[in-house]
């Protein structure tokens, strides 16, 4: 029986489920951005304005070249946060992202790609944004500012003791995103944090607490920059890892990729290909008989079954992939 270990987070005491939140919470410093590290003038871009292009660029990119360094810094904590995900999706659950301007933007863009592929439920991977979808496209900074709204937002939701809400935010200190966290977390939900400053309030609201800490943008408090790098990477690690661990990949491979355009069929075909070693006819032939499901072809060529045998034992193994091809069951 094939079994796969998951890291457990850090125990922490977590409040009783309230009726209401009080209507205002804590912020530390909320005015005081002298503290925070992304809103720091940065030596190596000074005179920025009187650079060429060329130069422009290679001060840029300097900087960009710490931020895989911050981010490695924090990988310990990336880990504990793909776990929970991965068992709070194997148990009926969701990762519910809140956010606002960038880290919003970087929230909804890892989320809306997990279906593709992976072929999630848009429900199970969700975002949360201060001032809801339309500020994709344009600026609502104001909504930002109120921890209700964010507490009205995500109560919309309904989170449970199932789910994960992770906060995204640069500073840590976003009111909406901290209004938030703190509701699911009152709610019995687990919580974590993806921020670039230490000691922040958002920290204090969360069960985990992922920090990467890449200094001074470019241009001062402009953390659509290394900031907002540093999250999109954290965010890739974080679902990946999670769809990982749960058996939607297969070695390196996207055999839960949805085919519903021209390029994933394609796609799906040369991943059975590779997976199965066998030509494209095969391939083909195989994903029709196995109801355009890649899954179910895996599964079906390499443990030598029939597409009934494949669906009941993809059931058994919650959709992992290899231990349905070993016939195992999952324990987490």
Known sequence: ?????????????????????????????????????????????????????????????????????????????????????????????????????????IASLDASECPPTFSTTPAQVQYI????????????????????????????????????????????RTPYVVGAVEYAR??????????????????????????????????SGSTRMKASTAQKMILNMITTGAMTR???????LMVNVHMKNAKLVERGIRVLMHVCSIDRETAIRTIKSAGKSIPIAVVMLKANVDKMEAVRRLAKSDGNVRLAIDDSRLEL
């Open 246 to 252: 749960l058996g939607y990949v297969y070695e390196n």
């Open 186 to 219: 009152a709610r019995g939900a687990k919580t974590a944090c993806v921020v670039c400053n230490e000691h922040t309030p958002l920290a204090d609201a969360s069960d985990t607490v992922v920090v990467a800490e890449v200094g001074p943008e470019v241009i």
């Open 129 to 172: 944004m201060a001032g809801g979808p339309k500020a994709l496209a344009s600026a609502s900074d104001v909504n930002e500012d109120s921890p209700e709204i964010g507490q009205r937002d995500i109560a919309r939701r309904r989170p449970t003791r199932k789910d994960i809400v992770v906060g995204v935010s640069a500073s840590g």
């Open 1 to 105: 029986m094939a079994t796969l270990t998951m890291t457990e987070p850090p125990t922490s005491e977590r409040p009783q489920r309230p009726e209401k939140l009080e209507k205002q919470s804590t912020y530390r410093g909320l005015d005081d951005l002298s503290s925070l590290t992304t809103e720091s003038p940065n030596a190596a871009s000074q005179g920025l304005d009187t650079k060429s292009a060329l130069e422009i660029a290679r001060i840029i990119a300097h900087e960009d070249a710490k931020v895989a360094a911050a981010v490695k810094k924090a990988l310990p904590e990336i880990a504990i946060v793909i776990d929970t995900v991965a068992r709070s999706l194997r148990d009926g659950g969701r990762l519910i992202y809140v956010g606002a301007g960038s880290s919003g933007r």
